[in-house]
């Protein structure tokens, strides 16, 4: 039973990877890598480890895969075209490497699972939510410390890169609907210049920065 | 065969229960139109069987005669998968909650839980199912190729994310107190006296249950919070150009996700099948724990003839600048009496007091 599981879930895993490098557009990447993310938590499940499966979901599935799609979803990125492949030298070097991976796959399983090896402890209750919350606040405390504080930086670092310049003052009046303009944003020839207004429409921010000609990004590219 | 037998009672389990469901559900939304009539001074539609009765199944065969058109320029595999996604989403944690205590059923010697499926992490399984869910709203905006579509998906996404954060530091309270995430467990904590005080809505949960609630009902774009499907400015949102039964998915995904929130809120804070005399008639758990869900069901109901709809920055504000400070602070304030035992101290106190236990 848990050997055909086995079998579905880990085939359902490979098959969406492989779609997932293979796929053209970009969303049906994601939705792919989606499928391998699911197959994973039950493949977790198989072994035992609800936690992780549960995890597996909430945050890869649910939280950073939907930001994924999010963005492509907000810029309309468009199918990729079928380009000659540069970079041609490099798929004789990845097939090398897949033969190697493949041997070391098959030297696991024909040579290390038939030595005798470590016993394995009893592990029914190693998966489980109680266990692993007392040992990631005893044992592991300072290492999940360290990690939160990681993640922590890592939040403040894109929200400081993604507030640079072009903010308004804190006095200005913004009313829902509107749109803040930099003046970098409307005319490229001056970066670096973050003068910023709000308001409703492009025409509007350029009158009101002084800008004679709008040059956006469509025309420069 | 101990494999098979329990493999054929988990299917029995899972066919009641999805029937059980599914019925509900149509009768909900005849309550609500009946409900609504009666809030906005009109009668609603009671003309298909008596008191409009049979109203559901008529609507149901609507859907099902219904032409099913398919936009031209559409993603056509996404816009058939997505509401296969937000259905089946919504349709997969009915499995986790217990409908009742153990009761005797007749050819089976042991009494049965009333609870599909119990295990270990199930209040995770619940969210993680859930946060699946924003998908099917997500593609479906985004395959329709449908300006209105789009803006509805993302308005949708960026409203369940928001709102998720919220939903699961609001449960956080629940999950400190009990210190498991078996929902049966968690059920099986609250019994108390006569079945009513030992509610976790009672016992130092009332912010954490509202919190749930406000952002359980964002998380179902149910008003005031429908701003993903608002008629005025958006046609109808994610599905504008669903038809058919693919329309009929996407309805009934949202009447299900109602029905699995209220489940949830009923069993975290209002005792699940806890009630009186349910220690001396265990099936009438199953009602009490029914009978909660309908009232939420019927609180639903009654914003949406109440309230008007939430402007999108004020629902970002109230989001990230309230509701979620306002998770925080009940989970310190939560761990800090229960590290110093201050519920202990309550409870024993109240027991010794009155009798009642906790």
Same mark, same amino acid.
């Given at each position: 039973?848990? %050997?055909?599981?086995?079998?579905?879930?880990?085939?359902?895993?490979?098959?969406? %990877?492989?779609?997932?490098?293979?796929?053209?557009?970009?969303?049906?990447? @994601?939705?792919?890598?989606?499928?391998?993310?699911?197959?994973?938590?039950?493949?977790?499940?198989?072994?035992?480890?609800?936690?992780?499966?549960?995890?597996?979901? #909430?945050?890869?599935?649910?939280?950073?895969?939907?930001?994924?799609?999010?963005?492509?979803?907000?810029?309309?990125? $468009?199918?990729?075209?079928?380009?000659?492949?540069? !970079?041609?030298?490099?798929?004789?070097?990845?097939?090398?490497?897949?033969?190697?991976?493949?041997? $070391?796959?098959?030297?696991?399983?024909?040579?290390?699972?038939?030595?005798?090896?470590?016993?394995?402890?009893?592990?029914?209750?190693?998966?489980?939510?109680?266990?692993?919350?007392?040992?990631?606040?005893?044992?592991?405390?300072?290492?999940?410390?360290?990690?939160?504080?990681?993640? !922590?930086?890592?939040?403040?670092?894109?929200?400081?890169?993604?507030?640079?310049?072009?903010?308004?003052?804190?006095?200005?009046?913004?009313?829902?609907?509107?749109?803040?303009?930099?003046?970098?944003?409307?005319?490229?020839?001056?970066?670096?210049?973050?003068?910023?207004?709000?308001?409703?429409?492009?025409?509007?921010?350029?009158?009101?920065?002084?800008?004679?000609?709008?040059?956006?990004?469509?025309?420069?590219? | =065969?101990?494999?098979?037998?329990?493999?054929?009672?988990?299917? *029995?389990?899972?066919?009641?229960?999805?029937?059980?469901?599914?019925?509900?559900?149509?009768?909900?939304?005849?309550?609500? /139109?009946?409900?609504?009539?009666?809030?906005?001074? /009109?009668?609603?539609?009671?003309?298909?069987?008596?008191?409009?009765?049979?109203?559901? *199944?008529?609507?149901?065969?609507?859907?099902?005669?219904?032409?099913?058109?398919?936009?031209?320029?559409?993603?056509?595999?996404?816009?058939?998968?997505?509401?296969?996604?937000?259905?089946?989403?919504?349709?997969?944690?009915?499995?986790?909650?217990?409908?009742?205590?153990?009761?005797?059923?007749?050819?089976?010697? $042991?009494?049965?839980?009333?609870? #599909?499926?119990?295990?270990?992490?199930?209040?995770?399984?619940?969210?993680?199912?859930?946060?699946?869910?924003?998908?099917?709203?997500?593609? @479906?905006?985004?395959?329709?190729?449908?300006?209105?579509?789009?803006?509805?998906?993302? /308005?949708?996404?960026?409203?369940?994310?928001?709102?998720?954060?919220?939903?699961? &530091?609001?449960?956080?309270?629940?999950?400190?107190?009990?210190?498991?995430?078996?929902?049966?467990?968690?059920?099986?904590?609250? @019994?108390?006296?006569?079945?009513?005080?030992?509610?976790?809505?009672?016992?130092?949960?009332?912010?954490?249950?509202?919190?749930?609630? #406000?952002?359980?009902?964002?998380?179902?774009?149910?008003?005031?919070?429908? &701003?993903?499907?608002?008629?005025?400015?958006?046609?109808?949102?994610?599905?504008?150009?669903?038809?058919?039964?693919?329309?009929?998915?996407?309805?009934?995904? $949202?009447?299900?996700?109602?029905?699995?929130?209220? =489940?949830?809120?009923?069993?975290?804070?209002?005792?699940?099948?806890?009630?009186?005399?349910?220690?001396?008639?265990?099936?009438?758990?199953?009602?009490?724990?029914?009978?909660?869900?309908?009232?939420?069901?019927?609180?639903?109901?009654?914003?949406?003839?109440?309230?008007?709809?939430? /402007?999108?920055?004020?629902?970002?504000?109230?989001?990230?600048?309230?509701?979620?400070?306002? @998770?925080?602070?009940?989970?310190?304030?939560?761990?800090?009496?229960?590290?110093?035992?201050?519920?202990?101290?309550?409870?024993?106190?109240?027991?010794?007091?009155?009798?009642?236990?906790?």
């Amino acid at each position: 039973m848990l %050997a055909l599981l086995f079998i579905l879930f880990a085939g359902l895993a490979v098959g969406c %990877a492989i779609s997932m490098v293979a796929q053209r557009n970009p969303l049906y990447s @994601a939705i792919s890598l989606i499928g391998v993310f699911i197959s994973l938590a039950c493949l977790y499940v198989t072994l035992a480890a609800p936690f992780i499966a549960a995890v597996q979901v #909430i945050v890869y599935a649910g939280a950073i895969m939907v930001l994924v799609v999010f963005v492509i979803m907000l810029l309309n990125v $468009e199918e990729e075209e079928r380009k000659p492949l540069r !970079l041609r030298f490099l798929v004789p070097i990845a097939i090398g490497m897949a033969g190697v991976l493949f041997a $070391e796959t098959a030297f696991i399983i024909f040579f290390v699972r038939e030595s005798p090896g470590t016993p394995v402890r009893n592990i029914s209750d190693v998966g489980l939510t109680a266990s692993i919350g007392s040992g990631l606040f005893t044992t592991y405390l300072l290492p999940f410390e360290v990690t939160s504080i990681l993640l !922590l930086m890592a939040v403040v670092g894109a929200m400081t890169l993604a507030r640079r310049g072009g903010l308004l003052p804190d006095t200005a009046g913004v009313v829902p609907g509107d749109q803040v303009f930099s003046k970098e944003l409307l005319d490229r020839s001056k970066p670096g210049d973050l003068s910023a207004v709000a308001t409703h429409s492009t025409d509007e921010a350029a009158r009101l920065l002084g800008v004679d000609e709008f040059r956006g990004s469509s025309g420069d590219e | =065969m101990e494999d098979l037998k329990h493999l054929i009672l988990l299917m *029995i389990g899972i066919l009641i229960a999805f029937t059980v469901v599914m019925t509900m559900v149509a009768y909900t939304v005849l309550a609500e /139109r009946r409900i609504l009539g009666f809030i906005q001074g /009109r009668l609603g539609p009671n003309r298909v069987g008596p008191g409009g009765f049979l109203q559901p *199944i008529a609507d149901l065969l609507k859907f099902i005669f219904k032409e099913d058109i398919v936009p031209d320029k559409s993603t056509r595999f996404v816009f058939f998968l997505a509401p296969t996604v937000a259905t089946t989403a919504a349709l997969m944690t009915i499995v986790v909650y217990p409908f009742g205590p153990a009761v005797h059923i007749p050819f089976i010697t $042991e009494p049965v839980q009333l609870v #599909i499926a119990r295990f270990d992490v199930a209040l995770l399984y619940v969210l993680s199912i859930t946060s699946v869910g924003v998908y099917g709203i997500a593609l @479906a905006g985004w395959s329709s190729n449908n300006k209105y579509s789009l803006m509805g998906g993302l /308005r949708a996404s960026a409203q369940m994310i928001s709102y998720e954060l919220a939903l699961g &530091l609001g449960l956080i309270g629940v999950i400190l107190q009990s210190g498991t995430l078996d929902l049966y467990s968690i059920v099986e904590q609250q @019994a108390g006296y006569f079945g009513f005080s030992g509610w976790n809505v009672f016992w130092v949960q009332p912010l954490g249950f509202i919190i749930y609630m #406000i952002a359980a009902i964002a998380e179902t774009n149910r008003v005031p919070f429908d &701003l993903p499907e608002a008629e005025t400015e958006l046609v109808a949102g994610f599905h504008t150009e669903y038809s058919a039964m693919k329309f009929a998915l996407f309805f009934m995904a $949202e009447y299900v996700n109602m029905f699995t929130v209220s =489940m949830l809120a009923t069993t975290l804070f209002l005792g699940g099948w806890n009630g009186p005399f349910v220690h001396q008639l265990p099936w009438l758990g199953v009602f009490y724990f029914l009978g909660k869900v309908v009232m939420f069901l019927f609180f639903y109901i009654w914003l949406r003839g109440t309230l008007p709809r939430f /402007r999108f920055d004020q629902l970002m504000d109230f989001g990230w600048k309230f509701l979620v400070p306002a @998770a925080i602070i009940n989970i310190v304030l939560t761990a800090t009496m229960q590290w110093s035992g201050a519920f202990d101290y309550v409870g024993k106190f109240i027991r010794t007091q009155t009798g009642w236990g906790g």
